[in-house]
Antibody
């Protein structure tokens, strides 16, 4: 079954870090980039960046530069997104998404991981 | 940044009616635009890619059109399950961006 399964909800204090995992199955992990998108409560979708599972190369939106790191472990076909120095406005659902080979769009999404930042 | 502006913000229609959603880009995208549907508590679902290509499993009542800076998502006859939020997305220019969304609600 082709799917992306994310880790569970997290509650963090301001200044802490969070690492969200995205475990893939049912397709060749290294064939498609993984992107991360977040959605604050009641808001729209915000694109954060991507990782190339084949090379490990990544690219991030300037807004998150210096705070976000996207990595992968090819042995367990899992991608990770770590966000540091958390603030209350980082409270959001974080999604991973796969780029479809034929579509060039995000054809497969994880279920989302709620990260709550609160003192 | 290529800003995507969706209109209207909210669209109130009844089942069986035709829905027309707009997405305007601040810079030309050729045909590199996708549409997604999102229901409460769920991840977005890809509907349309390349401006007019239906994704796998998407019903024929969904269609996309447009090129350059003006794009349209049309739902020919609304089914109860179509009431949701719709987003457009561009991946042609850095950074990749989404529109702010159109909420399609039952009238």
């Amino acid at each position: 079954q082709v799917q992306l399964v994310q880790s569970g909800a997290e509650v963090k204090k301001p200044g802490a870090s969070v690492k969200v995992s995205c475990t893939t199955s049912g397709y060749t992990f290294t064939d498609s980039h993984i992107h991360w998108v977040r959605q604050a409560p009641g808001q729209g979708l915000e694109w954060m960046g991507w990782i190339n599972p084949y090379s490990g190369g990544s690219n991030y939106v300037q807004k998150f530069q210096g705070r976000v790191t996207m990595t992968r472990d090819t042995s367990i076909t899992t991608a990770y997104m770590e966000l540091k120095t958390l603030r209350s406005d980082d409270t959001a659902v974080y999604f991973c998404a796969r780029v479809g080979y034929d579509s060039g769009a995000f054809d497969l999404w994880g279920q989302g991981t709620l990260v709550t930042v609160s003192s | 940044e290529n800003v995507l502006t969706q209109s209207p913000a909210t669209l109130s229609l009844s089942p069986g009616e035709r829905a027309t959603l707009s997405c305007k880009a601040s810079q030309s995208l050729s045909s590199s635009l996708a549409w997604y549907q999102q229901k409460p508590g769920q991840a977005p679902r890809l509907l349309i890619y390349g401006a007019s290509n239906r994704a796998t499993g998407i019903p024929a009542r969904f269609s996309g059109s447009g090129s350059g800076t003006d794009f349209t998502l049309t739902i020919s006859s609304l089914e109860p399950e179509d009431f949701a939020v719709y987003y457009c997305q561009q991946r042609r220019n850095w950074p990749e961006t989404f529109g702010q969304g159109t909420r399609l609600e039952i009238k």
